[in-house]
C-alpha cells in the first residue's frame, strides 16, 4: 500500500471516529430531552446508523436517496486535491510590530475565538478536569458562550438546566477569590436569554452586540459591560500567500445551511443562484457534511458543488486560493454583532459577498451586500484584476490597521483595570531634501505616527523614538495608505523590512513578488525597515537589488511612476449625457465603497459626468478619498467648500447643478448604491423620446427587511400610462406622493429655468424638490425598476438621530413647504389629506427616541412646527390636540411616555 493509500485510510478512519463521537453524544442528549414523537427528533439522527423503523418510509426513503446522491455527486476529494498546495502556502514568523504580552488568561471557548486570542498573551483553556491546577496563575478569567468547546469538552454549557452548567458555575467561583472574570457573549443578540446566568456570575460583561450593553447592566446587577467586536490573530488571519499560482474561479463558501432560518435559506439561494449566473461557479465546503443531519442539508441542487468541511486550520488556507467568498448573516439587525468571518476573510485577501447586515454595512461598506441574484453578475464581472486586487488589499488594510485581536485584548484589559498600552509605534520618512512635493505626499499618508527628515539627520540614538524607517525618493509617487500598508505588513510578520518588489510603473505593473518571504531588497524606495535591525549608516548605504535576508513584500499599490499616471484613468470626455451629483460630508468610506463602487459597475460610466461636492469635511479619510477619486478618474469634479459644513446636502446638492454640463442631472448620496443598471435606462428613455424632461424609477429601502418604495404603481394606477403630461393632477391624485431626486433623471434646464433650489439647513428637503420639478416638468415618464438602493439603517443618518437639530432642520423645511403649497394652490389639499398623517407618524412617532437634554428643547420646536400650520388645520386629530395640550402644560417625560405606548421599540 502507498503512502497515498495510507493517508487516505487515516483520514477516513478518522473521519469515522469524529463521526461515530458526534452521533454517540447527540443519541444520549435526544434520549434525556425527545420523545419519539417529537418531529425535531429525526434531524439530529444520523440515518447511515438508525433503523430504519425510527422514520416514516417516506422520510427514510428520501434520507437514503440524498445520501446517495450525494455520494455521486459531491467532491469528497476535495481536500486532498488542494492539500499539497496548501502546505506550500507559506506561514506567519510572528509579528515584529506586536510583542507578546505577557500576561496569563484563562479562557472557556469555541475553536474560532481560542485560535483568534492565540499567541496575542499566555493563553490557557479550561475544562472541567483541569481547571484546579491554574489556581493561583492567572491574571483573569474570559469565559466565551460557547455551544461545545475546543473538543466537547463543553458541550451543554448553552443548556442553563445542563449540569454542565453548574460544573462551570463551580469553577467561577473557585477563580472569582483570586482573579476577575470577564464574560463575553459572541452570541447576542439572539442567545441573550440563554446565557445570561453565566454573565450575571461574572465581574464584568462584554458582548458583540452594542444593544445589549444597557441590558446586561440593568439585568447583571454592579456589573460594567461593554462592546467588544471581533478581530483578526495576525499569526493565524493574514494574507502571506495569497498571491499563489492555484487561484481558482469559484466562489467559496465555508459553512452551514441551517433549515431552521428561513430567511437564511431565502438568502443563501440568492446569493448561490447569483454567483452561478455570473459564470464564476461555486464551491461549499459543508460545516455538516459527515453529521448526515437532514436540519443541515444542502438542497438537492448544490450538491455537486459540495465538498465536505475540513480543519479550521486549513480552511484559512483554502481561503486564499479565491478571490471571493460568501458570507451569511443569521442575524441581520443588530448595530454591530455580525459574523467573525467578515474580519477573518478580509485578513485573508477573500473579497466578500454577503446578504444584508446593519452592522456589517457600519463597519466595512467595502463588503458587497447584495439584495437580489440579478445584482450578484453586475458586482463579480464589474473587476477586473486590477480591481480584484486593489478591493482585496482595501479588506487587509482594514483589518490590520486597527482590527487585531491585539487591539481588542488591549482594550479588555483595560476595562479590567489592568494597565496596558496599545502599540503605536512611530516612523520616520527619510529623504535627500525636503521639497514641496515630497512634503506634500508625506503629509497625505493617512498613518499617523511619522516625522519627515533629511538624510543627514538619521543617526542611531532616533531608535529610542521610532520604530520604522522607510524612505522616499522623488521618482515615486507615494499614496495615501503606502505607509500604512507597509507599517501593516510588520504585524503579521516578524521581518526585518517590508517591500513593494512590485510596482506600477507608467500605468503598467513591474511584476515582481507580493505577499511572500523576500531576501533580496529592489529599492529601499519602496520599503520600510524595522529600525532595530540595522545602523542608520547601514540603511542609508543599501543599494538597489541588494541581498537582505528575511524581507516580507506585499502589494503593488499605493507608489507609482511617474506622479501623474494612474492605472485607472477613464477617457476625458466633453459631452457628457449625465451629471450625477454626489453631495459628501464625512462620509467617505461610503462614498467610496457604495456610491462610487456602484457607479463603476453602470455601462454609462464613461458618459456620466460625476460632480463631488464635499460640504466642508473635517474627516481626514473623507478627504484621502475624494481628492483619490479625482486624481484617479478625469469624469470626476470636485468642488470643496471649506467652512466646516452647512447641515444638509442641499447646499452641494444646489452647487452641483451650477457645476452641472450634461443636459441632464441626477444625484446619488454616497451611502446609496445605484442599481440596476438603472440610470442608463432612464437615460435610454430620453435617446426614445427626446421630448421627456423627468424619467422616475423606483427604490429599494434596505434595513431590518427589503421595501420597495414604488413611484411607479400609484402613477399607473391614477394616470392610466407610463407617460405624464397633467403632472399637477398625477401630483394630487397621489396624495402629493413624492419619489427620491436619486431614482430618477431630469431635464438641467428644469431647475435652473425656474431657479429651483433645495432648501438649505434642512432635513426632508428632497420630497418637497420631487414636487417642484414634477409640477415643473411639461413630460415625465415613470418605469418599473429600481434605480437605487437607499440604506436606511446607517449610522448617525439624519432620520435615525432623534435631537432637536433633527426638529430645526424640518422647521426649516416647513416654512418652505407651506409657502410651496400656498404658491401651488395645493395647502388646502394638504391640510385635508396629508397634514395629520404626516405630523403623527413622521414627527410624533420621533418622540420616544428624543434624547433627555433635548427633550424640552425638541418639543418646543415640534410645537413651533404645529403652529405654522394650525391657521390651516381642517379636520381635528386627537394625537396632535394631546400633543398640543401637554406641550402647552409643560408635561413632556408624560408626552414621552404616552408616545412610547403608541410606538413601542421593534423587537
Not at 452647487?655 to 438603472?678: F, H, M, Q, R, W
Request: proline share 3%; with cysteine.
Amino acid at each position: 500500500m502507498n503512502n497515498k493509500s495510507i493517508n487516505k485510510r487515516l483520514q477516513d478512519l478518522e473521519r469515522l471516529k469524529k463521526q461515530l463521537m458526534d452521533e454517540i453524544l447527540m443519541e444520549k442528549n435526544i434520549v434525556k430531552s425527545l420523545s419519539k414523537e417529537d418531529s425535531t427528533w429525526r434531524g439530529f439522527l444520523n440515518p447511515a446508523r438508525i433503523s430504519t423503523s425510527r422514520f416514516s418510509t417516506k422520510d427514510n426513503l428520501f434520507l437514503q436517496q440524498y445520501l446517495k446522491e450525494r455520494e455521486k455527486l459531491a467532491n469528497e476529494s476535495f481536500f486532498e486535491e488542494v492539500k499539497p498546495i496548501l502546505d506550500a502556502i507559506p506561514k506567519s514568523n510572528g509579528s515584529r510590530f506586536f510583542g507578546k504580552l505577557n500576561i496569563n488568561i484563562g479562557i472557556i471557548a469555541d475553536e474560532f475565538l481560542f485560535n483568534s486570542f492565540d499567541g496575542t498573551a499566555n493563553l490557557f483553556y479550561l475544562t472541567r478536569e483541569n481547571y484546579k491546577q491554574y489556581k493561583g496563575k492567572l491574571d483573569f478569567l474570559i469565559v466565551a458562550t460557547t455551544w461545545r468547546g475546543l473538543d466537547n469538552e463543553w458541550r451543554g454549557l448553552g443548556n442553563p438546566k445542563s449540569p454542565v452548567r453548574r460544573e462551570l458555575f463551580t469553577l467561577l467561583e473557585y477563580f472569582k477569590e483570586d482573579v476577575k472574570v470577564a464574560f463575553y457573549s459572541k452570541e447576542d443578540p439572539v442567545s441573550y436569554e440563554r446565557f445570561l446566568g453565566i454573565a450575571q456570575r461574572c465581574d464584568v460583561v462584554f458582548t458583540t452586540a452594542s444593544e445589549k450593553v444597557k441590558e446586561y447592566e440593568k439585568d447583571c446587577k454592579d456589573t460594567k459591560a461593554y462592546l467588544l467586536p471581533f478581530g483578526v490573530n495576525p499569526h493565524y488571519h493574514n494574507p502571506i500567500g495569497i498571491r499563489n499560482d492555484y487561484k481558482k474561479e469559484e466562489v467559496l463558501f465555508a459553512g452551514s445551511w441551517y433549515n431552521k432560518y428561513p430567511h437564511r435559506q431565502k438568502d443563501t439561494r440568492m446569493i448561490f443562484e447569483g454567483v452561478l449566473e455570473s459564470g464564476k461557479g461555486l464551491q461549499i465546503l459543508d460545516r455538516n457534511y459527515y453529521l448526515n443531519n437532514i436540519d443541515y442539508f444542502f438542497p438537492e441542487e448544490y450538491l455537486e458543488y459540495i465538498s465536505p468541511a475540513i480543519s479550521h486550520a486549513y480552511v484559512q488556507k483554502v481561503h486564499k486560493l479565491y478571490n471571493w467568498a460568501i458570507n451569511l448573516n443569521s442575524v441581520t439587525t443588530s448595530e454591530t454583532m455580525f459574523a467573525n468571518r467578515v474580519y477573518e476573510l478580509q485578513a485573508l485577501g477573500n473579497i466578500i459577498i454577503s446578504n444584508y447586515s446593519m452592522a456589517i454595512n457600519n463597519k466595512f461598506p467595502n463588503v458587497f451586500l447584495t439584495h437580489s441574484k440579478e445584482e450578484v453578475p453586475y458586482i463579480i464581472n464589474s473587476f477586473d484584476d486590477v480591481g480584484i486586487y486593489k478591493h482585496q488589499v482595501m479588506g487587509i488594510r482594514n483589518v490590520f490597521t486597527s482590527e487585531t485581536t491585539y487591539h481588542r485584548l488591549n482594550y479588555i484589559l483595560n476595562c479590567l483595570g489592568i494597565n496596558s498600552k496599545e502599540d503605536k509605534r512611530s516612523i520616520l520618512v527619510v529623504v535627500k531634501k525636503i521639497t514641496a512635493e515630497i512634503q506634500e505626499m508625506f503629509d497625505i499618508q493617512s498613518y499617523p505616527n511619522k516625522k519627515l527628515i533629511e538624510e543627514s539627520e538619521l543617526n542611531d540614538g532616533l531608535k529610542s523614538s521610532y520604530s520604522m524607517v522607510s524612505f522616499f525618493d522623488d521618482k515615486y509617487f507615494y499614496e495615501e495608505y503606502y505607509l500604512q500598508d507597509l507599517v501593516n505588513g510588520f504585524k503579521y510578520t516578524d521581518s526585518d523590512y517590508i517591500s513593494k518588489d512590485s510596482y506600477f510603473e507608467h500605468g503598467k505593473m513591474v511584476e515582481g513578488i507580493e505577499y511572500d518571504y523576500i531576501s533580496l531588497l529592489k529599492d529601499k524606495g519602496r520599503s520600510a525597515f524595522w529600525f532595530e535591525s540595522f545602523t542608520s549608516g547601514t540603511l542609508l548605504e543599501l543599494e538597489e537589488n541588494e541581498r537582505l535576508p528575511n524581507g516580507f513584500a506585499i502589494d503593488s499599490f499605493e507608489v507609482s511612476i511617474p506622479a501623474q499616471e494612474s492605472t485607472t484613468k477613464v477617457i476625458q470626455r466633453k459631452d457628457f449625457k449625465l451629471s450625477l451629483i454626489i453631495p459628501v460630508y464625512n462620509n467617505g468610506k461610503y462614498l467610496e465603497n457604495k456610491c462610487f463602487k456602484s457607479l463603476q459597475r453602470s455601462s454609462i460610466f464613461s458618459e456620466m459626468e460625476i460632480i463631488i461636492v464635499d460640504d466642508g469635511s473635517t474627516c481626514d479619510h473623507t478627504i484621502r478619498v475624494v481628492n483619490r477619486i479625482e486624481r484617479d478618474f478625469s469624469n470626476v469634479k470636485v468642488y470643496k467648500f471649506e467652512d466646516g459644513g452647512s447641515g444638509s446636502a442641499s447646499r452641494p446638492r444646489n452647487k452641483g447643478v451650477e457645476l452641472a454640463s450634461a443636459e441632464y442631472i441626477t444625484y446619488l448620496d454616497p451611502d446609496n448604491e445605484a442599481v440596476n443598471d438603472g440610470y442608463a435606462y432612464l437615460l435610454r428613455e430620453t435617446t426614445i423620446d427626446p421630448e421627456l424632461d423627468m424619467v422616475v424609477g423606483n427604490i429599494l429601502r434596505l434595513n431590518d427587511q427589503s421595501m420597495r418604495l414604488n413611484y411607479y404603481s400609484p402613477v399607473i394606477r391614477v394616470n392610466g400610462t407610463e407617460e405624464i403630461k397633467d403632472t399637477r393632477k398625477v401630483l394630487i391624485d397621489t396624495e402629493l406622493k413624492a419619489q427620491s431626486i436619486q431614482a430618477l433623471i431630469v431635464r438641467k434646464s428644469v431647475v435652473r429655468s425656474n431657479n429651483l433650489k433645495m432648501v438649505e439647513e434642512a432635513a426632508g428637503q428632497d420630497t418637497l424638490f420631487f414636487q417642484e420639478l414634477l409640477l415643473y416638468s411639461n413630460k415625465v415618464k415613470v418605469i418599473n425598476l429600481d434605480i437605487h438602493l437607499y440604506y436606511a439603517a446607517v449610522m448617525n443618518s439624519v432620520t435615525n438621530t432623534v435631537t432637536k437639530k433633527f426638529f430645526d432642520k424640518y422647521f426649516n423645511l416647513e416654512v418652505e413647504r407651506i409657502r410651496f403649497l400656498e404658491a401651488q394652490d395645493l395647502l388646502s389639499h394638504y391640510m385635508e389629506n396629508r397634514f395629520n398623517y404626516y405630523f403623527v407618524n413622521w414627527y410624533l412617532k420621533r418622540v420616544p427616541n428624543l434624547l433627555e437634554e433635548d427633550l424640552e428643547p425638541g418639543l418646543e420646536r415640534l410645537y413651533e412646527i404645529l403652529e405654522i400650520y394650525t391657521p390651516y388645520i381642517v379636520k381635528k386629530d386627537q394625537d396632535i390636540e394631546t400633543f398640543r395640550k401637554l406641550v402647552e402644560r409643560k408635561r413632556y417625560k408624560d408626552l414621552q411616555s404616552l408616545m412610547k405606548k403608541k410606538f413601542p421599540p421593534k423587537k
